[in-house]
């Protein structure tokens, strides 16, 4: 008999990571394709700060390493946090992240991370 040890929130984070790999190995399903997009859109220096942020907050909700407390507080839905926290693109740009978090990352990661 196999026994799973696994938690529901890590088999989350397992399913979300890999999802999130196969993604950015598709061109139009990256985070790059994303944010070129977007209605208003960054330029080439602001887009890969972008991408670089997002990929941490990934890297953050599936238990990989720990990202900056800008991403934290856009991934507890802090808005005082993160505007308190963000640097010039970021406060600029900060529709973009949660318009991802929202439409790209499955909720039940996202609680699991707000309820820890």
Not at 56 to 76: D, R, T, Y
């Amino acid at each position: 008999m196999v026994v799973d040890t696994k938690t529901d929130k890590q088999k989350i984070q397992y399913q979300a990571w890999n999802q999130y790999l196969l993604d950015q190995a598709q061109p139009k399903r990256s985070v790059q394709k994303f944010v070129e997009n977007c209605e208003t859109k960054p330029n080439s220096e602001e887009t890969a700060h972008i991408v670089h942020c997002i990929d941490a907050a990934m890297q953050e909700l599936c238990g990989i390493c720990p990202c900056e407390i800008f991403m934290k507080a856009v991934l507890k839905n802090d808005l005082r946090g993160a505007i308190g926290h963000a640097d010039d693109i970021n406060s600029k740009w900060l529709k973009i992240y949660v318009s991802w978090f929202y439409n790209e990352v499955p909720g039940k990661l996202l609680d699991y991370y707000r309820t820890s």
